[in-house]
């Protein structure tokens, strides 16, 4: 899967250095990770989640973290 445009975009203008790797495809990060010979820590996953009022948000997190929604909740007054 290829990184999409916008978190492209954000990490560069943000100045957060990153590399991509390619590797085969896979069912989740766990696996991505070790395809890609990477470890989880160091391997991010974007979360696709959608707040009440239909809003799209992404999160994106360490491959070996889980999203905390109570978290994200507080944090965005959702």
Not at 2 to 23: C, D, F, G
Not at 40 to 61: C, F, P, Q, S, W
Request: aromatic share 6%; proline share 4%; glycine share 6%.
């Amino acid at each position: 899967m290829s990184m999409s445009y916008m978190l492209n975009h954000y990490l560069k203008q943000s100045h957060i250095p990153y590399e991509t790797i390619s590797h085969k495809h896979t069912t989740n990060a766990h696996d991505s990770a070790c395809t890609a010979g990477v470890p989880t820590r160091h391997l991010a996953k974007a979360v696709i989640l959608e707040d009440n009022e239909g809003n799209h948000l992404m999160a994106v997190i360490p491959a070996s973290n889980k999203v905390k929604i109570s978290w994200i909740n507080n944090k965005l007054g959702g």
